[in-house]
Nanobody
Framework: QVQLAESGGRSVQTGDSLRLSCVGSGNLGAMAWFRQAPGKEREYVAAVDWRGHTADVADSVKGRFTISRPAYTKTIHLQMTDLKPEDTAIYYC?????????????????WGQGTQVTVSS
């Protein structure tokens, strides 16, 4: 039984910080965050391997966002700082992918329902 549940999304102001969490169950492997804004394709944000030892962050958010995973757990976090209006999107938790294909949404087996992040100026 595999489940992913995101939490932490809310409306904030430009420059604010926010922490998202995803709690999973089942055999998940690597886990990741994607986001999707209205009218745009689902975009890769960050990923962490199954051990919680190796992390990767997309260039578009590098320096502002950090992904973390307590070692060998099924929980991931996305710490977001200096939020901008262009960060407004539904943020999705995804799991189970070969690390080489971690940036490709179509390669993930499991997805959560998403949590809305809205950044206003």
């Amino acid at each position: 039984q595999v489940q992913l549940a995101e939490s932490g999304g809310r409306s904030v102001q430009t420059g604010d910080s926010l922490r998202l969490s995803c709690v999973g169950s089942g055999n998940l492997g690597a886990m990741a965050w994607f986001r999707q804004a209205p009218g745009k394709e689902r975009e890769y944000v960050a990923a962490v391997d199954w051990r919680g030892h190796t992390a990767d962050v997309a260039d578009s958010v590098k320096g502002r966002f950090t992904i973390s995973r307590p070692a060998y757990t099924k929980t991931i976090h996305l710490q977001m700082t200096d939020l901008k209006p262009e960060d407004t999107a539904i943020y999705y938790c995804a799991a189970n992918v070969n690390w080489q294909e971690k940036t490709l949404a179509a390669r993930y087996t499991y997805w959560g329902q998403g949590t809305q992040v809205t950044v206003s100026s």
